[in-house]
């Protein structure tokens, strides 16, 4: 099933199949290893959501909400 990274709950893995968006953004997501292809395990959200902290590639990386509506996801536990 195909969702945003923000969508997705705390404990769940899944893999990049696209990044949207344009210019900075898309650089920035990229530039920090989000790339289609990678397997993403979401770790934890702050209590109002946002930032949430992400697990890729080995590393522990923070992202506000608004940067994750920009990566589309295909979950692991939907296939």
Known sequence: MLK???EFNVGETGRIKNIE???KIRRR???MG???GAEVYLR???PLGDPIEITIRGYELTLRKKEAA???MES???K
């Open 70 to 72: 920009f990566v589309l």
């Open 44 to 46: 934890k959200k702050a």
């Open 76 to 78: 692991e536990e939907e």
């Open 21 to 23: 968006g344009e210019g």
């Open 34 to 36: 989000i790339t289609p």
């Open 4 to 6: 945003k990274l923000e």
């Open 29 to 31: 997501l990229l530039d």
